[in-house]
């Protein structure tokens, strides 16, 4: 069965410091993974994926993440954060054995950007 | 264009009440799904829809819950005799057919048992 663990429930920075939030996926098959973000009172919006190709993947709002099969991982990061991207961050694996895409989400790390 | 909307956006209801949940996918799409973000649970998969096929139930988490899809369009889910446990926030998304495609979800339900 495909997992994500996400090893932060809560990472505190400073504005305009670098960030990186951390997910490592679990699957015996190859991966599709995303990183949602969540603003308060707000459904789940679409950061960047990988599908595919490039292991290093650009997505909205300067944000990046890089995927390591060896390590299985998918970290997300920022190298300049601004109070704006203050939120829910979810990093989700592709579970595609009924044939569509069902979302298998971690945990979250909730980004507290501080002036 | 419009994307996914949900109503109610909160909900209040008493334990053993029955509560129905609405969702209106993206024009022209496909595949809906609801998802459940609960404290203890975090985000879990619920249903799937996709066309008039039959859904995929294998999320939902008690014979008290139930969902049905209109037209391929609209869809309503349904939870019986409500528990104190189904206290969540119920999200529902939509996608093109693919494998591939975004999912575009709503801003969710938050339904509270008292």
């Known amino acids: 069965a495909q997992s994500v663990t996400q090893l932060d429930s809560q990472v505190p920075v400073f504005e305009e410091a670098p960030v990186e939030l951390r997910c490592n996926y679990s699957?015996?098959?190859?991966?599709?993974l995303f990183w949602y973000v969540q603003y308060p009172n707000q459904g789940l919006q679409l950061l960047l994926k990988?599908?595919?190709?490039?292991?290093l993947v650009k997505g909205i709002n300067g944000f990046e993440a890089e995927f390591n099969k060896s390590q299985t991982s998918f970290h997300l990061r920022k190298p300049s954060v601004h109070i704006s991207d203050t939120a829910e961050y979810f990093c989700?694996?592709?579970?595609?054995?009924?044939?569509?895409?069902?979302?298998?989400f971690g945990a979250g790390t909730r980004l507290a950007v501080h002036p | 264009g419009a994307g996914v909307s949900q109503s109610p956006s909160n909900k209040v209801t008493e334990k053993g009440k029955d509560v129905e949940l609405r969702c209106d996918p993206i024009?022209?799409?496909?595949?809906l799904y609801w998802y459940r973000q609960s404290l203890g649970q975090g985000l879990e998969f619920l249903i799937y829809?996709?066309?008039?096929?039959?859904?995929?139930k294998s999320g939902l988490p008690s014979d008290r819950f139930s969902a049905e899809r209109t037209g391929g369009s609209v869809s309503t889910l349904t939870i019986q005799r409500t528990q104190q446990e189904d206290s969540a926030v119920y999200l529902c998304?939509?996608?093109?057919?693919?494998?591939?495609?975004?999912?575009?979800f709503g801003p969710g339900t938050r339904l509270t048992v008292l």
């Open positions: 998304a939509s996608s093109s057919q693919g494998l591939d495609n975004e999912q575009f």
């Open positions: 989700a694996v592709s579970d595609r054995s009924g044939g569509y895409n069902k979302l298998i």
């Open positions: 699957s015996s098959v190859s991966v599709y």
């Open positions: 990988y599908l595919s190709g490039s292991t």
């Open positions: 829809f996709q066309g008039n096929s039959a859904p995929d």
């Open positions: 024009s022209g799409h496909t595949a």
